[in-house]
Nanobody
Framework: QVQLVESGGGLVQPGGSLRLSCAAS????????MGWYRQAPGKQRELVAS???????NYADAVKGRFIISRDTAKNTVYLQMNILKPEDTAVYYC??????????????WGQGTQVTVSS
């Protein structure tokens, strides 16, 4: 079991920045892909960014060039630096840890989510 706790959300003005943190209860880098997802009201949950245990990153087109995902292995923490925020970035952001379990079935661990609101 992996417990994930997000922090850093809040209310910001358009063009502002926020840094989200996701602290894991144990090491989540070996064999895990860590990611940030978001879900706005009435919309599907979507991938924002991910990082593998090898350090490979992936970003949604909507945030590429503005957001940066990173990790601190010693602290078992993943970060999402969000810059030049737009109103359409408003959503609940969820931390995710995923690995392939037995029989090739993916196992997902989710945090509680943190609200990000971008508004003037």
């Amino acid at each position: 079991q992996v417990q994930l706790v997000e922090s850093g959300g809040g209310l910001v003005q358009p063009g502002g920045s926020l840094r989200l943190s996701c602290a894991a209860s144990r090491s989540i880098f070996s064999g895990y892909t860590m990611g940030w997802y978001r879900q706005a009201p009435g919309k599907q949950r979507e991938l924002v960014a991910s990082i593998t245990f090898t350090g490979s990153t992936n970003y949604a087109d909507a945030v590429k060039g503005r957001f940066i995902i990173s990790r601190d292995t010693a602290k078992n923490t993943v970060y999402l630096q969000m810059n030049i925020l737009k109103p359409e970035d408003t959503a609940v952001y969820y931390c995710n840890a995923r690995k392939i379990g037995n029989l090739g079935v993916p196992i997902n661990y989710w945090g509680q989510g943190t609200q990000v609101t971008v508004s003037s």
